[in-house]
């Protein structure tokens, strides 16, 4: 499991649920009706609940296109909400057999928002996990040999109100004392809000911890380090100083409430759109090395060009 623990940050805890898990899975220990296990994932927003998935399903078959994603708060209440999750299944297949002849297994399922799902949806998943299919209109949906992942971010609000802290990053990361507290506010509310038939069938409950600033500066790293092998693969080399790095580290934590996701997003506007309009223009092409700098005094990156043997020219970023 070193991948998923290499590509996870700051989610200790998860990831050992995760592996303990899979371990027992895949040794032959499985629930009945033939199911891999059920995982309930909790915790704030762009604290890594949905990126743990996707790397699980890269680790268990390579792929993300055997991942089943569905949005429980896309499912009509109006109707039957089981012809709105058959709904989703049969887009997904499309989606991931467009030029296959045979439609693939699902080995992982992902509930998005299981929190937001009816009732009568939620007794529908439960009687599913213990028989290990769900009956639906067009026939029966088989969770033979996949894992089902329950996401939420379930007593959130209702946590941080209690420990005194706001969502999205710490900057000197959670206490042992706070770690305990929102684990057992969480696991009230699981019981509360989807209803003990469900979660006497969830076999793992992962809370996932609210992520500290060193751990942002982990994802700016690799986020930077990505562009760097990426130009790499153009022959441009790439230097980013320290100020630029401050800079960035402080944009992400202008939005706490995104976590992780909000870290992407100042990366992409500051760094990688700018360097994608050098590409286009022609200012930035192989053999030349783009070095990126931060004046104190200006919103924006400072991008210097420069092209061996010939003297450098400077771009300002927008």
Known sequence: ?????HQTVGQEYAVDAVTRAITLAYAGLRRRGNMLGVLLFIGPAGSGKTHMARTLARLLTGSEHTMLYVNCQQLDPATDPLASFEGQVKAAKNRAAAGVDSLPMFNLIVFEEIDKSTDAFRDELA???DCG????PGGVFSLSNSFAILVSDLARKKADQLIGRTIGFFL??????ERSRRQAVALEEVDQSLGPRLVSRIDEIVVFERLSQQDMITLLERELSEIERYLAGSCIGFIIEH????FLIKEGLDDLNHGARQITRVVRNHLEFPIA???LSKCLVPGTTVTVRHEPSRSFLNFEIMVPCIA??????T
Do not use: N, P, R, Y
């Open 127 to 129: 009687l599913a996990f």
């Open 1 to 5: 499991m070193q991948t998923l623990q």
């Open 243 to 246: 100020d630029a790095k401050t």
């Open 277 to 279: 309009d050098l590409m």
């Open 312 to 317: 450098g020219s400077s771009v300002a970023g």
């Open 172 to 177: 000197d990361g959670e206490t042992a004392s």
């Open 133 to 136: 299919s769900i009956a639906l």
